[in-house]
Every structure is written in structure tokens, then in C-alpha cells.
């Protein structure tokens, strides 16, 4: 039994890989090459700019690209995410599909292209509609920004996404309160998150689990986890090392349950 089902999904998998591969509809030849939105958010305490990218090859495959924080140069962020079955005369009709699965869906949308600009509006929110703007892989599309939060959990070392929309590591001030987020993939493409929240901050120095409240996150797609120091806030040490009106640095360790964080280190912009 256990063969027929490995059987079945390899097959699935070959069939996946096939109809990706395999597009002989229309595509409109002024669709294919990079893309980039830049959107300036209106919320405090969040990044100043998110940067979405599409890449549109000439089968119609259809892959994400965001920003390599570091270098502030455009990268290839997915696997492709779908595929253009048609593309002409201002219309399209788009599958987004799950590589390795047979799982997909349909949906329709319009298109503009003016000079070096895209106008997109679809019906499927798969990618983001809107402005985009012709763009090359590898190019500087902003500016570069040291987000770095590394922290060795439970014996794995876990780093923040270099490729991202935004910094994934970052901090906030509000009323009297740090924050500091980071999130990444552990590397079996887990989603990994940790939130840390320092009430009464006073700057450089140290804090601990009387100020200090964490938070792990960890999970897929469809289910994410949280813990608290909360419940367990035996350990934690947090020292600012550095800070300024536009960068914080420190380290911190801290225990949740039976899970150590150790070593941790970042440096991350503050907003």
C-alpha cells in the first residue's frame, strides 16, 4: 500500500512538472522580463518602503522577487508561483499552481504596459496588483540596509530571510516600548518568527525577564505556533549594545519551556 501511494505521488509530481514546463498559448512578448512595485506604507513603526518584483518568462511561468537587504539588489525570491495561460489584447487568464502538486485554480485579469510601466489587476490576489515598473535581475532597486538577527535554537542556527519585501529583522520604538521582530526559514522551509517586546526602555544597558516579554513563532503555511516567555520566563538577557536614531544592535538569550536560545545576536534597523 505504502508503494502505491509513494507511486501515486511521484507521478503527480512528474505530471506537475509537466504541465509547467509545457505552455503553447499566447503571451504577449512585452509582458516577459522583471518587474518591481514600490509601496510606501501609511502605518508607523514598520518599514518605510515594501518592494514586490514578478518575473514573467516566455512560457508564462511567473516568479517572485524581492530585495537582498544587504545589497539592496533585486533577487529571485520563489519557485514559480503560477503560470500566464494567455496573454494578449490587454487580457489574461492566469493558474497559480503549487510545484509538486496537481492543486491549482483559474482566475482572469487586465494589464496595461505603458513605455516602462505595468498596470496589473487581477482577480485572484495571487501577486500584487498595481504599478509596476520594468526592472533587472541583479540590479540596485534601493538601498542597502544591515538587518541581521542570528540565534542558535535548540542546537540549530537560525537567520533571518536575506531575501525579502522589507528587512525581516527590525525594531520599533512606540510610547516607551522596544520591539524587536525578526522571521526566516529553518532549513526544512519552516516559518520561524521571534518577537521581543521591552517595556520602560532607557537605552543601552541590560534587561531581563522583569521588562522583557518573547515570543516564538514557528509553523507552515496554513498553521503557526506562538509561545510566551510568559509562561516560562526563568531566563532571559537582552543587552543593547548600540543604538541610534536609526540602527539598534545587542544580543539575547532566553528559554521558553525546554527550548534554549543561545548566542543570539542583532542589528537591525529602528524605526
Not at 119 to 139: H, M, P, Q, V, W
Not at 151 to 164: K, Q
Not at 197 to 224: K, L, M, P
Not at 246 to 271: A, E, M
Request: glycine share 8%; proline share 2%.
Amino acid at each position: 500500500m505504502k508503494l502505491l501511494i509513494y507511486v501515486f505521488i511521484i507521478t503527480l509530481s512528474l505530471i506537475s512538472c509537466n504541465l509547467l514546463d509545457s505552455n503553447s498559448q499566447e503571451i504577449d512578448s512585452r509582458l516577459i522580463g522583471e518587474w518591481v512595485a514600490k509601496e510606501t506604507p501609511i502605518q508607523a513603526n514598520v518599514p518605510k518602503e515594501f518592494i514586490s518584483g514578478i518575473q514573467i518568462r516566455e512560457n508564462g511561468q511567473v516568479y517572485l522577487l524581492a530585495i537582498e537587504t544587504s545589497t539592496g539588489k533585486l533577487k529571485l525570491d520563489s519557485d514559480s508561483i503560477g503560470i500566464f495561460l494567455n496573454a494578449s489584447d490587454n487580457s489574461f487568464v492566469y493558474e497559480n499552481h503549487q510545484i509538486g502538486m496537481l492543486l491549482s485554480s483559474k482566475s482572469k485579469g487586465s494589464y496595461t504596459i505603458k513605455n516602462d510601466s505595468l498596470f496589473l489587476l487581477t482577480e485572484s490576489g495571487y501577486f500584487i496588483d498595481g504599478n509596476y515598473k520594468r526592472a533587472k535581475l541583479n540590479s540596485i532597486i534601493t538601498t542597502p540596509i544591515k538587518s541581521q538577527f542570528t540565534i542558535n535554537i535548540a542546537g540549530e542556527e537560525f537567520t533571518n530571510d536575506n531575501i525579502s519585501r522589507y528587512p525581516s529583522a527590525y525594531a520599533y520604538l512606540s510610547d516607551g516600548k522596544l520591539t524587536i521582530i525578526s522571521r526566516g526559514n529553518d532549513k526544512n522551509y519552516k516559518y520561524t518568527g521571534i518577537h521581543i517586546n521591552v517595556d520602560n526602555f532607557s537605552g543601552i544597558g541590560d534587561y531581563n525577564e522583569s521588562t522583557t516579554e518573547i515570543f516564538y513563532e514557528i509553523g507552515g503555511e496554513d498553521v503557526i505556533m506562538v509561545t510566551s516567555t510568559e509562561f516560562d520566563s526563568s531566563e532571559i538577557y537582552l543587552k543593547v549594545e548600540k543604538t541610534d536614531n536609526n540602527q539598534i544592535s545587542g544580543k539575547v538569550n532566553f528559554k521558553i519551556d525546554n527550548i534554549v536560545f543561545s548566542d543570539g545576536i542583532f542589528d537591525t534597523p529602528l524605526y
